[in-house]
């Protein structure tokens, strides 16, 4: 029986996404996938369980999670990999997308040996992340992997214009832009009273400033709330015990999408900040920078092209041109102790979450797929 929202899956196109990460948890492809789901595709997404996986929340579309040995590590990816190839192998499907490099070969090789068209969803530059680039050896094994199956993609898309151009310069692919926007809840409305907390939230990787985040609080009065989990976790927690800011800086650890809108609403500024170590972050456009924008939060920014490109349209963040701890308190505490401007770009957003929403952008996902499968 079709799930809700779906024609039955005999008459229409079948598509399967592919993600190394926890279900409940990617809201970028929860979003890509409903909506194709509600345009009427049959959808399933593939992912992995943990040991600590929630019990799968319901949606439009088809879930799947594989259950491995190993969680982490190049022999997590292996395992993945290979289980991934044989569970695709006996899907009958019109196409296979593979989100970023962790799953890009099964969906390469299965494509191949079924003769179906395969996608490449690419989130970010893979190999120019900073936990890669650092590692020459990880670097090489990635690096090698794009070089050999990028190139066999054709089709695809990725969330900025500078990571499609990148593309484009290293492999000759001409990837569409298809931004990684939040859901319109309707125009938001400016709050009679300022959020108490700033807010980072997302991955808790390394490039994304916790180094000098962290320290900066010290001469900030509110507290800093980081919603996610990731590489660095324990290197933060850390970094908060060496300052001694135990009751300034809280974690929340992983929150599911629900949830996280109520703590985005509820606070003053948000943080998009990452290291200008690598390729990927420079070129970066993080879905949290948009997230602010519908909950009509001003927020703390890098000067990267991206961002900057959009501030200078509709001024919604302060930006910064370095990250030291110093420049990170300052511009908080000019942006809560400057009402005018706080005001300001709590305006701009609700101007600029009419435009920047995923509303609009699924028009141009579902162009994309009518295009390839129709």
Same mark, same amino acid.
């Given at each position: 029986?079709?799930?809700?929202?779906?024609?039955?899956?005999?008459?229409?196109?079948?598509?399967?996404?592919?993600?190394?990460?926890?279900?409940?948890?990617?809201?970028?492809?929860?979003?890509?996938?409903?909506?194709?789901?509600?345009?009427?595709?049959?959808?399933?997404?593939?992912?992995?369980?943990?040991?600590?996986?929630?019990?799968?929340?319901?949606?439009?579309?088809?879930?799947?999670?594989?259950?491995?040995?190993?969680?982490?590590?190049?022999?997590?990816?292996?395992?993945?990999?290979?289980?991934?190839?044989? &569970?695709?192998?006996?899907?009958?499907?019109?196409?296979?997308?593979?989100?970023?490099?962790?799953?890009?070969?099964?969906?390469?090789?299965?494509?191949?040996?079924?003769?179906?068209?395969?996608?490449?969803?690419? +989130?970010?530059?893979?190999?120019?992340?900073?936990?890669?680039?650092?590692?020459?050896?990880?670097?090489?094994?990635?690096?090698?992997?794009?070089?050999?199956?990028?190139? +066999?993609?054709?089709?695809?898309?990725?969330?900025?214009?500078?990571?499609?151009?990148?593309?484009?310069?290293?492999?000759?692919?001409?990837?569409?832009?298809?931004?990684?926007?939040?859901?319109?809840?309707?125009?938001?409305?400016?709050?009679?009273?300022?959020?108490?907390?700033?807010?980072?939230?997302?991955?808790?990787?390394?490039?994304?400033?916790?180094?000098?985040?962290?320290?900066?609080?010290?001469?900030?009065?509110?507290?800093?709330?980081?919603?996610?989990?990731?590489?660095?976790?324990?290197?933060?927690?850390?970094?908060?015990?060496?300052?001694?800011?135990?009751?300034?800086?809280?974690?929340?650890?992983?929150?599911?999408?629900?949830?996280?809108?109520? !703590?985005?609403?509820?606070?003053?500024?948000?943080?998009?900040?990452?290291?200008?170590?690598?390729?990927?972050? &420079?070129?970066?456009?993080?879905?949290?920078?948009?997230? &602010?924008?519908?909950?009509?939060?001003?927020?703390?920014?890098?000067?990267?092209?991206?961002?900057?490109?959009?501030?200078?349209?509709?001024?919604?963040?302060?930006?910064?041109?370095?990250?030291?701890?110093?420049?990170?308190?300052?511009?908080?505490?000019?942006?809560?102790?400057?009402?005018?401007? !706080?005001?300001?770009?709590?305006?701009?957003?609700?101007?600029?979450?009419?435009?920047?929403?995923?509303?609009?952008?699924?028009?141009?996902?579902?162009?994309? !797929?009518?295009?390839?499968?129709?």
């Amino acid at each position: 029986m079709p799930l809700p929202g779906r024609a039955s899956q005999n008459t229409v196109k079948k598509i399967v996404f592919t993600v190394t990460n926890d279900l409940n948890y990617d809201q970028r492809m929860a979003r890509i996938c409903t909506s194709l789901a509600l345009n009427g595709y049959w959808v399933t997404l593939v992912g992995r369980l943990r040991k600590d996986s929630l019990e799968l929340t319901n949606k439009s579309y088809n879930q799947k999670r594989i259950k491995c040995w190993f969680s982490k590590g190049k022999v997590f990816y292996i395992e993945f990999n290979i289980r991934l190839f044989f &569970y695709l192998l006996f899907q009958k499907q019109d196409a296979f997308c593979a989100i970023d490099l962790d799953t890009i070969l099964p969906v390469l090789w299965v494509s191949r040996l079924l003769s179906i068209p395969r996608i490449y969803d690419a +989130h970010e530059l893979f190999c120019e992340m900073k936990e890669i680039v650092e590692r020459p050896l990880v670097y090489r094994c990635w690096k090698w992997i794009e070089r050999a199956a990028v190139p +066999h993609f054709p089709l695809g898309y990725t969330v900025c214009g500078p990571i499609s151009m990148e593309f484009n310069r290293m492999y000759g692919v001409q990837y569409r832009v298809i931004r990684n926007l939040p859901l319109s809840a309707g125009q938001p409305t400016i709050p009679p009273a300022r959020g108490s907390y700033i807010l980072y939230q997302g991955a808790v990787n390394e490039g994304r400033s916790f180094e000098t985040l962290i320290p900066a609080m010290r001469d900030v009065e509110l507290p800093l709330v980081i919603c996610g989990d990731g590489n660095y976790m324990e290197k933060a927690r850390s970094l908060v015990k060496q300052y001694g800011l135990g009751e300034k800086v809280i974690f929340t650890g992983m929150v599911l999408p629900a949830d996280l809108v109520k !703590y985005t609403r509820g606070a003053a500024i948000g943080i998009t900040l990452f290291e200008n170590a690598s390729q990927s972050n &420079y070129l970066s456009l993080a879905n949290r920078f948009f997230d &602010y924008i519908q909950a009509a939060v001003p927020q703390l920014c890098v000067n990267y092209p991206a961002y900057r490109e959009i501030n200078q349209e509709y001024e919604v963040a302060v930006l910064v041109d370095d990250l030291q701890p110093q420049t990170i308190s300052q511009a908080l505490n000019n942006l809560l102790g400057d009402d005018v401007l !706080y005001r300001k770009l709590q305006s701009n957003c609700v101007k600029a979450a009419a435009v920047y929403n995923w509303q609009e952008e699924e028009k141009k996902l579902i162009g994309f !797929y009518k295009q390839i499968l129709n």
